[in-house]
């Protein structure tokens, strides 16, 4: 297994994994960043903008959403949460600023504000099947299921924010939003209610297995959106948004030409980013993220593969290092 890492800290990842799918995990989440949109006309801008059904929601509600382009690419992939004064936009990591300054583009005669509130702001989630218990034994309240709906509450003397995530590790999530300069009182009562910390070998395990895509790594602005698993980012009957058009086109009449899948590897190495993925010796796609899958006992992919080898099962291979391991194409999530 070739991830760079020991084997007492293999051991740990594997044990850290192990916490998540079966009782209760704290992943750190604090490097996302965090917009605030306030102004009477906030869920009217965001809605006309949004690949997802924004002026619909309550205050308490929220969902996941895409900013594209009008040629429908990706320009960034948001968690959308509606509070009763102000809408929060959760970005990628590094992409508060120019998400920001992308809508601020559209703005013209709307009632609006935006504010970057990333440095103001820690996130931490609970993950696992035993998180929603242990965020009400914590605090006393869980938000609702549906996912990315939410609820104010505090932790002790703390204000917090209590929301669903929408299960980017294949499991039960509470994000658990606070001040910045709380972050560490959070953190130590949260371990102290028996969440023990995961770092990012047992956080991307989770995640690739569960077929999450991340913004920067396997999705960017050259990703039509109809490429992804998508179903949860777009709304068919909001109305118009930037991309609109391209999405609704592929739908109706035609098909994407590549498509994200997983690619379940043979042997022990875990390919690189980047590394090619082929069939009968011709290119066929790439690989996006790839792990050693703890669930799975074995290397696992997320790549992009042209559409006619797509299918579940298709037998390919996978170059780098001068090798090719041998692999099949998997749907996601994988199946454990």
């Not at 007492?8 to 960043?33: M, N, S």
């Not at 440095?119 to 549906?146: I, M, N, W, Y």
């Not at 590897?265 to 980013?273: I, K, N, Q, R, T």
Request: aromatic share 6%; with cysteine.
């Amino acid at each position: 297994m070739t991830i760079g890492m020991s084997l007492d800290e293999r051991r740990a990842a594997a044990e850290q994994y192990a916490l998540v799918r079966r009782g209760v995990g704290l992943i750190d989440r604090g490097q996302l960043g965090l917009l605030e949109v306030a102004g009477r006309d906030r869920a009217t801008f965001l809605h006309a903008l949004l690949s997802n059904e924004v002026k619909a929601l309550g205050p308490g509600q929220g969902c996941a959403a895409t900013l594209l382009d009008v040629h429908g690419k990706v320009q960034v992939v948001l968690f959308v949460w509606v509070a009763e004064d102000r809408i929060f936009l959760v970005t990628p990591t590094g992409m508060a600023q120019k998400t920001a300054e992308a809508l601020d583009h559209y703005l013209f005669s709307e009632k609006v504000t935006i504010r970057d509130a990333s440095d103001e702001t820690a996130l931490v989630v609970l993950a696992g099947p035993k998180a929603p218990e242990t965020c009400e034994r914590l605090v006393g309240a869980r938000p609702p299921e549906s996912p990315w709906s939410h609820v104010a509450a505090t932790l002790g003397e703390i204000p917090v924010r209590l929301v669903s995530g929408g299960r980017e590790t294949g499991e039960a999530e509470v994000w658990i939003v606070s001040a910045a300069a709380e972050a560490s009182r959070v953190r130590d009562a949260v371990v102290g209610a028996g969440a023990g910390p995961v770092g990012m070998t047992a956080f991307e395990s989770l995640r690739v297995e569960a077929g999450t895509p991340l913004f920067g790594h396997d999705v960017d602005e050259s990703v039509l959106l109809p490429e992804l698993p998508f179903e949860n980012l777009v709304s068919y009957s909001k109305g118009c948004y930037p991309g609109q058009e391209v999405v609704v086109r592929i739908r109706d009449r035609g098909h994407v030409n590549r498509m994200l899948r997983g690619l379940r590897l043979e042997g022990d190495d875990v390919p690189p980013a980047g590394a090619e993925v082929v069939a009968s010796d011709a290119p066929i796609g790439t690989v996006t993220s790839a792990t050693w899958s703890f669930g799975l006992e074995r290397p696992i992919a997320l790549a992009f593969v042209r559409r006619q080898h797509a299918e579940p099962g298709s037998r390919v291979s996978v170059r780098f290092d001068r090798r090719a391991l041998a692999a099949s194409v998997s749907a996601l999530p994988f199946s454990r």
